[in-house]
């Protein structure tokens, strides 16, 4: 099981150079890979591009770029661009969104998320393994009239989908690589989450998908105060019903309930909890919520883990 962290330097005088800072830290303290949200912001392929550009042998990848508003010739021509920068360590992670935010943002309905997200994964397997695609679907159509291939980047960029919905996971199963679930307890995961994906990639003749499991955490022991920090961070996806059904189904009530939060003991113990219940990997996010101090302490100790 391999261990990496989310990147968030948003608030940086300069977010791109404050990113390469905090990715040469993470690499150094024996950290694997380092992951990138996609909001309406930085654009995280890019990001993921320049960062394993400058830090060599981290791999890096974004968690998750929404289906909505995107065109699978598009991601496929910024995920080989990506996967050729940085040599083969490049892992493209995608997601339904939210109807709020897609209507809001893109003006656009969302309407029949599963149905576009397999037609997505179909054409977009097609153009990042062969740089071409003759698809056509009742909601997309991808049949680029010249090659889509970006030399030098590897056949087959992974593809994750931040999959927890029993049909998302049986399409992601199905069409992807693994998934990447965020907030999801180790309950949730061993007794919903990989049965469901691991299942639908076993019927549908595909090797045992990869689990990403991203967890909110840090190390920290200033545990109150860091936690009320946290459920107010966090609350935000709780109006979702998706993260609201996956955060029960892991014995939780809110959010920052499934969140880790204690001294190396606990945060040790909880990957190890996360790894039992089927994580092929783990990746930390909102390590920087308690300040650089715990942040490092943090990043130490899953660097450690990693090793």
């Known amino acids: 099981m391999t261990v990496g962290v989310a990147l968030n330097a948003a608030d940086a005088d ?3 150079d404050a990113t390469v ?3 040469r830290e993470a690499a150094a303290a024996g950290l694997r890979s380092a992951w990138f949200g996609q909001t ?28 909505f508003g995107r065109h699978p010739l598009l991601i496929s021509s910024q995920a080989q661009t990506a996967q050729a920068a940085t040599h083969g360590r490049y892992h493209l992670g995608l997601a339904l969104g939210t109807k709020r935010l897609t209507e809001t943002g893109f003006g656009i309905p969302f309407e029949r998320p599963i149905a576009r997200l397999r037609e997505f994964l179909t054409a977009l397997r097609q153009l990042t393994e062969t740089g071409t695609a003759d698809f056509h679907g009742e909601l997309l159509t991808a049949r680029p009239p010249m090659s889509a291939r970006v030399s030098g980047a590897e056949a087959g960029v992974p593809l994750l989908v931040a999959a927890m919905g029993p049909q998302a996971l049986r399409a992601s199963g199905e069409l992807a690589d693994g998934i990447l679930p965020y907030l999801a307890g180790p309950r949730a995961l061993e007794e919903h989450i990989v049965p469901a994906v691991t299942a639908a990639a076993r019927a549908a003749g595909r090797p045992a998908p990869r689990i990403v499991a991203l967890v909110y955490g840090v190390v920290t ?3 109150d105060r860091v936690r009320e920090k946290a459920a107010q961070q966090l609350a935000f996806y709780e109006q979702f019903p998706s993260y609201a059904r996956v955060i029960g189904l892991s014995g939780g009530l809110r959010a920052v309930d499934v969140a880790v939060i204690g001294d190396e003991e606990r945060v040790a113990a909880e990957v ?16 920087e919520i308690a300040g650089d101090a715990d942040r490092r302490r943090t990043w130490e100790l899953l660097g450690d883990l990693a090793g």
């Open 14 to 16: 300069n977010q791109i």
């Open 21 to 23: 800072r905090l990715a």
């Open 221 to 223: 022991d200033d545990v």
């Open 40 to 67: 309406f912001g930085a654009d995280s392929p890019q990001l993921a591009a320049i960062v394993g550009r400058e830090v060599p042998g981290l791999h890096v990848g974004t968690s998750a770029i929404p289906v």
């Open 272 to 287: 190890r909890r996360y790894r039992d219940a089927g994580a092929t990997e783990v990746v930390f996010s909102g390590t």
